[in-house]
C-alpha cells in the first residue's frame, strides 16, 4: 500500500514526459541497435524525468543522470530478441508461451539495470558519485584499445563471426573481461576495492558466473544460433543485487526490482499489443509501432522506479561538489561520444546505398571507426574530434566565464542539454 501511496504521488507530467521520451529514443535506437543505440533513449529519458522531478539537486545533476542513464540501459542492447518476438506469431501454444515468457524475461533484464544506473546519481553523495569516473574511463580505454587489437589481428566480415577464434556462444565475454581487467587495475592504483569498483566486480562475475552455468553447464541457449548475452544480464542483474543486500542499499533494490518487473510486463505487453492490431488487417508498419510502445512501456517502469526516488529521498546538499572535469566529462560522454559511436555506422550505411558516395575523399576515408581495417581516420572522425575538443574548450571557459548562450539556473540548463541532445538525434536520425 505504501508503494502504490508513493506512486500516485509521481506528477503526471513525469509519467508523460518520461514515457515518451523512452518511447522516442527507442524508435530511433531501432535504426542503430546494440548497446550503444540503447544509451541513447536511456539519456534522453533520464533527463526527462528529472526535469520533470521539481528537484533543483537534481537538475544540478542532470549532466550525470543522463550519463549513467546511458550506460544502464546499454546493457540489455547487448541482447537479441528478434527470434524471441518470432516465437510469438507460432500457431503453436507451447511455442507462444515460450516466446512471451522470454520477451517478459528479456525486458526485465534490460530494464532493471538501467533503472540501477539511473539511481545512483539520484541518492549518491558526491564522493561516492566520483568514485565511478575513473573506473568507467578505464573501461572505455580497455574498451577502445579492445577493438583496435582485434580488428588488427581477428578481423573478418561481422557476417561470419561464427568463425572467429574468439567466438564463443555469440557473446560479449572478451567485453566483459576486459571491463574487469580494467576494474582491477584501477583497484591497483588505489590500493583497495570502493563502492565503485566493488559494484562493477559483482556485475562482471555475475556476469561470467550466470553464463558459465545457464549457457556452458545447463546447455540452456534462449534463441539458438543467436547469441546467448541474456543469460550474462542475468548476472549483471543478480551481481548488482548481491551487492546492494551487502551494502544496505534498500532503495536501490526497489528500484532494480520495480523498474525491472514493469519493464518485463511492458515489454511483452508491447509485442502483445501489435499482435491484436495485426489480426485487425490492417496495413501498417507495425514493427516501428511495437518498438515505439515498449519505448513507452519502458518509460513508464523507468518513472516508476525513479520518480519514487524523487518523493523518498532527501535532498542533496552537495549535488554539484564534485570536479570540474566529471562535469565537462559526462556533458561531452553524452552530446559527443554516444551520437559518434551511433552515427558513425549510419555514415557507413550511406555509402554503402548512396553510389554518389565516394568511399574516400582526397585520399582520407569518409568514416574510419578508429579501425586500421577502415583506414582509422575518416572525415567522420576529424568532424566529431573537433567538435568534442570545440565542446571541451567552451566548456571549461564556462566554468571560469559564464557564457551567455548557457542558461544560469539549473533547469534551464537541463532543458537545454535535453533540447541539444534531441536535436542530435532528430536531426541525425536514419533507417539503416
Known sequence: MELIASLSQIPWEMWIFGALSLSIGWGI????????????????????????????????????????????????????????????????????????????????????????????????????????????????????????????????????????????????????????????????????????????????????????????????????????????????????????????????????????????????????????????GLQTNWHSILEQTQGFLFGIALVAGIGILSILTPQITDATDLPTWTHIFAVVFVLVIITYLNHRKAVGTWIEQVKSLPEKFFGLPTVGLFLRSKGFLGWFEVIYVSVGIACILILTSHTKNPIDLIPESWLGRSQFLYLIFLLILWTLRVRI
Open 29 to 280: 535506437r531501432g535504426n542503430f541497435g546494440h548497446e550503444i543505440g540503447a544509451a541513447m533513449p536511456g539519456a534522453l529519458a533520464s533527463m526527462a524525468i528529472v526535469i520533470m522531478s521539481g528537484r533543483p539537486d537534481w537538475w544540478q545533476r542532470i549532466h550525470y543522470f543522463a550519463m549513467f542513464g546511458a550506460i544502464g540501459w546499454s546493457f540489455g542492447g547487448s541482447m537479441s530478441y528478434m527470434q524471441v518476438i518470432s516465437y510469438t506469431h507460432s500457431g503453436h501454444s507451447l511455442t507462444i508461451f515460450y516466446g512471451f515468457a522470454n520477451l517478459f524475461a528479456i525486458g526485465f533484464l534490460w530494464a532493471a539495470p538501467g533503472g540501477m544506473a539511473v539511481a545512483m546519481p539520484a541518492i549518491l553523495k558526491s564522493d561516492q558519485l566520483q568514485l565511478f569516473f575513473f573506473p568507467c574511463l578505464a573501461v572505455f580505454i580497455g574498451w577502445a584499445l579492445q577493438q583496435f587489437f582485434v580488428d588488427l589481428l581477428f578481423h573478418q566480415d561481422p557476417r561470419r563471426r561464427h568463425e572467429s577464434p574468439l567466438y564463443w556462444y555469440d557473446t560479449d565475454w572478451l567485453d566483459v573481461l576486459i571491463a574487469v581487467i580494467a576494474i582491477m587495475i584501477v583497484v591497483i592504483i588505489r590500493g583497495g576495492f570502493d563502492f565503485s569498483t566493488s559494484l562493477i566486480l559483482h556485475m562482471g562475475a555475475g556476469w561470467y558466473a550466470a553464463f558459465l552455468i545457464l549457457v556452458n553447464l545447463l546447455k540452456f541457449r534462449m534463441t539458438p544460433p543467436r547469441g546467448d548475452n541474456w543469460s550474462g544480464c542475468v548476472g549483471i542483474v543478480s551481481g548488482a543485487l548481491v551487492f546492494c543486500f551487502r551494502n544496505g542499499l534498500e532503495q536501490v533494490t526497489l528500484v532494480i526490482l520495480l523498474t525491472g518487473i514493469l519493464g518485463g510486463i511492458g515489454f511483452a505487453s508491447g509485442q502483445q499489443i501489435k499482435l491484436l492490431f495485426i489480426k485487425t
